[in-house]
Nanobody
Framework: QVQLVESGGGLVQAGGSLRLSCAAS????????MGWYRQAPGKQRELVAT????????YADSVKGRFTISRDNAKNLVYYLQMNSLKPEDTAVYYC????????????????WGQGTQVTVSS
């Protein structure tokens, strides 16, 4: 129905950068909010950043000033998370999440997750 595919994870040294991508496809009328979340081993999944359809962004305190969430305006269904000054504590599986107005005979809102991409930051 709606698919989210993340890419861009990998291994990087502390202080380095990575850019994650999330490509949405399927029965999408519009995306209300796109978010990035992460889950480290033994910890609960936590919010990293969100962006609304109007471009309003929100960040976890732990990533403010280092991470930037954005939307590819040329490719409406592609979102990015630019991660700079990475720290070992940023190591986690990163998931994209979308609150989508699903296209069909009747429009309705639903919530979708990608499969996750591993980010590992070495010290």
């Amino acid at each position: 129905q709606v698919q989210l595919v993340e890419s861009g994870g990998g291994l990087v040294q502390a202080g380095g950068s990575l850019r994650l991508s999330c490509a949405a496809s399927g029965a999408i009328f519009s995306i209300n909010t796109m978010g990035w979340y992460r889950q480290a081993p033994g910890k609960q999944r936590e919010l990293v950043a969100t962006i609304t359809s109007r471009g309003v962004t929100n960040y976890a305190d732990s990533v403010k000033g280092r991470f930037t969430i954005s939307r590819d305006n040329a490719k409406n269904l592609v979102y990015y998370l630019q991660m700079n000054s990475l720290k070992p504590e940023d190591t986690a599986v990163y998931y994209c999440n979308a609150v989508v107005k699903v296209a069909g005979p009747t429009l309705y809102d639903d919530d979708f997750w990608g499969q996750g991409t591993q980010v590992t930051v070495s010290s």
